[in-house]
């Protein structure tokens, strides 16, 4: 699956925020999706929107899952540095 998560610039992150955030996401999805070959790619853009290419429609509703859930536990796995 090709995952493509669009960050508003209007959001204000701390620095290494996207990095960690694209490894966190395509740490849990192989995790969920192990025969998969997934490709994560999280970036700033004009507006906050998730694209799942590759997968069912269920898929992009779990994957929606797993970045909420990452999105909202940013606390136990981003370190500030």
């Known amino acids: ?3 493509e998560v669009t ?3 209007t959001t204000s992150l701390p620095p290494g925020a996207i990095d960690a955030l694209a490894n966190e996401l395509s ?3 192989n995790h969920s999706y192990p025969d998969r070959d997934n490709k994560i790619t999280v ?3 004009a507006a906050n929107n ?3 290419l ?3 429609k269920e898929d992009k ?3 929606s899952e797993i970045l909420q859930e990452t999105w909202e ?3 136990d796995w981003f370190m500030d540095n």
């Open 54 to 56: 590759g997968g069912a």
């Open 61 to 63: 509703a779990r994957v």
């Open 43 to 45: 970036r700033y853009a």
């Open 1 to 3: 699956m090709r995952i």
């Open 27 to 29: 740490r849990r999805l």
């Open 73 to 75: 536990s940013a606390d």
């Open 50 to 52: 998730l694209s799942v």
């Open 7 to 9: 960050i508003a610039r």
